[in-house]
Every structure is written in C-alpha cells, then in structure tokens.
C-alpha cells in the first residue's frame, strides 16, 4: 500500500469527473439533526478536488477544504472557483491546522478509513466549537442488487491491487464508535450514477487499488469492463446504485 497521501495524485482527472457526488438530502438532514445553518463554519478534512466540499458551498457555508494532496487541493481550487467562501488549505487529519474552536461542523467524506483515528480524535476537538459536530460520509456501492453488480463486484477483486486492504468497508460500527462515542447516529441516502462505456471505465479508475493506464493489467481490466458493459447495458448506459451512509455525532 502506497502511502495515503499520494495514491490519488496519478488519478485525479478521472476522480473529478466519474466519482460520484453526495444526495444534497444530507444537507437537510445535518439542519435538521444539528442545527446546521448557512453561518456555520465547515472543514471538509480529506476534501480531495472537493465533491463534498460544494454542497455545503451551495449552501451559503464557509469551508475550509483541509486537503494534503497537492493535485487534489489544486483541483479543488478549479472545480469551486465560483465559490469565494471556499478556504483550501495544506493540512492533515491529525494536524489541519486550523485555529482552536474554530468550526462548527467536521465533515469527512470518503476520508475517514484513510486517517490515524487515534491521533486525528483530539485534533478535532481542538478546532470544533463547543457544541460542534463530527459527521462521516460513505457512498457505499451497492454489490449485490443487480446482476450487473455482483459482477462488477467480481472483476474488481479479480484486477485490483490492493481492494481487500484499503477499501472502506473495513471500518466498521465499533471503530467508528470508537472515534464519534458510543451515541453517534446515522441516516441513509439512495444515490445512484448513470454511465456510457467510457464513464464506467473512468469510474474504475478512479479507485486507486485499481490498474491505473500504463499498468501491466489495465488493457485486461478495460477488455473486462468492455465485456462487461456490452453484457448488461441498456440504451448504451448502466447504473451503480449507491447507500450514502451518514454518521455522526458531537465533538
């Protein structure tokens, strides 16, 4: 396993364009649930070119996207311009180096298996304001509801690298327990994208215990998906069928 920094810095074209984005329901549910307003300040930590990031823009928060992959912060920067609220800084999970009791909302959104839970805990009670919120975001691909699915489950075991390692379904109840205390609460989104062959393709790719191109194994995945495709598609499109998973609790 590469180091966790780094891994996406070869993938951040096809991040931005084929990973998936968040149920805007999140929004309403954060309102509801902690006393989300447009005045509350955010970090997005682990923001990456900033998917999450932008709902929370849109609406009207200022967010500190605490990123430290420079490509992706880079790209973060391009893709919310048109957000003057936007804050992109260099930072870490355990060290973003924003001011004590500065946020009133933590967000992590398919970061958190990616952190040191142990030394990342006390950093965020050191920037959240009393009363703040911690809440952790998964887009959860669905693996066994369609026929399409449960096979693309299958080719990616057959050609990743290392899914079994560093895929987020690692983190389980307990450790996410372990990190928010034992009275965090949850909720649940459908989501869902829509691809043509090259979509699906870039989608893959985007993951980085997958082949990225110019690896010895990419040709054979591309032929996989090919296959694949042309097997289940429909009108010249697919789905992938998403559970949104939010989690979260005081800090």
């Known amino acids: 396993m590469t180091d966790s920094v780094e891994r996406f810095s070869d993938r951040v074209g096809n991040y931005v364009k084929y990973r998936p984005d968040y149920p805007r329901e999140i929004i309403t549910h954060l309102t509801e649930s902690c006393g989300l ?28 996207g605490v990123e430290p992959n420079d490509a992706m912060r880079a790209a973060a920067g391009e893709y919310l311009a048109e957000f003057p609220r936007f804050r992109p800084v260099k930072g870490t999970s355990d060290n973003t180096t924003l001011p004590d009791s500065s946020v009133d909302l933590i967000v992590a959104a398919q970061a958190f298996h990616w952190f040191d839970a142990e030394k990342t805990r006390p950093e965020f009670k050191r920037i959240a304001k009393p009363g703040g ?76 215990y997958m082949p990225p191109e110019g690896h010895e194994r990419y040709a054979a995945m591309a032929d996989a998906v090919g296959g694949l495709f042309a097997k289940h598609a429909q009108n010249g499109r697919i789905e992938i069928l998403y559970d949104t998973k939010l989690y979260y609790a005081l800090t």
Not at 38 to 60: I, Q, W, Y
Request: glycine share 8%; proline share 3%.
């Open 37 to 64: 307003t447009a005045e509350s300040v955010v970090a997005d930590v682990g923001c990456g070119p900033g998917m999450s990031t932008r709902m929370f823009l849109e609406h009207g928060n200022l967010v500190f």
């Open 133 to 208: 919120w911690t809440a952790l975001i998964w887009n959860i691909r669905q693996e066994e509801t369609t026929p399409f699915l449960i096979e693309y489950e299958d080719l990616i075991r057959r050609y990743s690298v290392d899914y079994e390692v560093v895929r987020h379904n690692n983190i389980a109840d307990k450790e996410i327990g372990d990190f928010l205390g034992p009275d965090f609460k949850t909720a649940i989104f459908d989501y869902k994208q829509t691809f043509d062959l090259k979509g699906l393709l870039g989608r893959l790719s985007s993951s980085s």
